[in-house]
């Protein structure tokens, strides 16, 4: 069984970057595509980016095409998330996830396992 463990959020100010790291521990991992999803307060959980197994296919939201960049390094086991030119709408807790399967998909019940998040404010 995998674990999934995030890290890097933090407080930063408007037009800022943050970097989050994902990482995954037990099962296989270099099979699954990965996911990061945010939720802020109030609102529905929302797809953010996805990679697949190989991390040659990428997705984004809209919301963020342009200014977040997904990647992964296979053997170190981990994901990444590079966000720049942050908004204050950025602000919400990001969540690690593992795909079902190998390609990157937008939806959260394509993905079967969850990092326990780490939340990531923007000012203005």
């Known amino acids: 069984q995998v674990q999934l463990v995030e890290s890097g959020g933090g407080l930063v100010q408007a037009g800022g970057s943050l970097r989050l790291s994902c990482a995954a521990s037990?099962?296989?991992?270099?099979?699954?595509?990965m996911g990061w999803f945010r939720q802020a307060p109030g609102k529905e959980r929302e797809f953010v980016a996805a990679i697949s197994w190989s991390g040659g296919s990428t997705k984004y939201a809209d919301s963020v095409k342009g200014r977040f960049t997904i990647s992964r390094d296979n053997a170190k086991r981990m994901v990444y998330l590079q966000m720049i030119s942050l908004k204050p709408e950025d602000s919400a807790v990001y969540y690690c996830?593992?795909?079902?399967?190998?390609?990157?998909?937008?939806?959260?019940?394509?993905?079967?396992?969850w990092g326990q998040g780490t939340q990531v404010t923007v000012s203005s």
């Open positions: 996830a593992r795909g079902k399967f190998g390609w990157e998909r937008p939806g959260p019940d394509e993905y079967d396992t």
């Open positions: 037990g099962s296989i991992f270099s099979i699954n595509a």
